[in-house]
């Protein structure tokens, strides 16, 4: 059986896409937001719920704002991811995410879902052939009991 050069394509396409989303929930969870921000293009829209960031000087300053005041322990668990190529430059993306999430150090001693939520994506290739984000919305299906809302916006 002959492979194509597509196919090869392909699987470097779809490899890249999910090590751009690992890369995202690393970088997250360990306030590496310098190499968070890197991952999103620079006209890209990053909503959750009703707050919305546009651009990269909106999001990295709500990434920025993340634990500033406070001590904060989170993981981010992502799965499912379902990837649909549109051309050879835009894909879109649908996964998974539960996180785990704590006011406190770790290491923390009990741990329940804080959240599990929907993510849409879109994805752009850049100039230099690498994937980058170019909309994430995160749309809330499991809300823990003390979760006030999407980070960066006042309870309601």
């Known amino acids: 059986m002959e492979t194509k050069v597509s196919d090869i394509q392909y699987l470097i396409d779809r490899m890249a896409l999910q090590e751009l989303n690992s890369d995202f929930f690393q970088y997250l969870d360990h306030s590496d937001f310098a190499k968070l921000l890197d991952l999103f293009c620079d006209d890209a829209i990053y909503s959750h719920g009703s707050r919305v960031s546009t651009g990269k000087p909106e999001i990295a ?8 005041d406070k001590a904060r322990t989170v993981r981010h668990l992502y799965s499912n991811l ?3 190529f549109i051309d050879n430059h835009h894909a879109t993306g649908q996964s998974v995410c539960l996180t785990f999430g704590a006011d406190a150090e770790a290491p923390i001693n009990s741990a329940e879902p804080y959240l ?3 993510f849409s994506d879109r994805y752009k290739r850049n100039s230099n052939g690498q994937w980058r984000i170019s909309s994430r919305h995160i749309e809330r299906i499991f809300v823990a009991q003390n979760n006030s809302g999407p980070e960066g916006m006042a309870p309601t």
């Open 61 to 68: 300053s709500l990434f920025n704002a993340r634990g500033k």
């Open 82 to 84: 379902k990837i649909e």
């Open 116 to 118: 599990v939520a929907d």
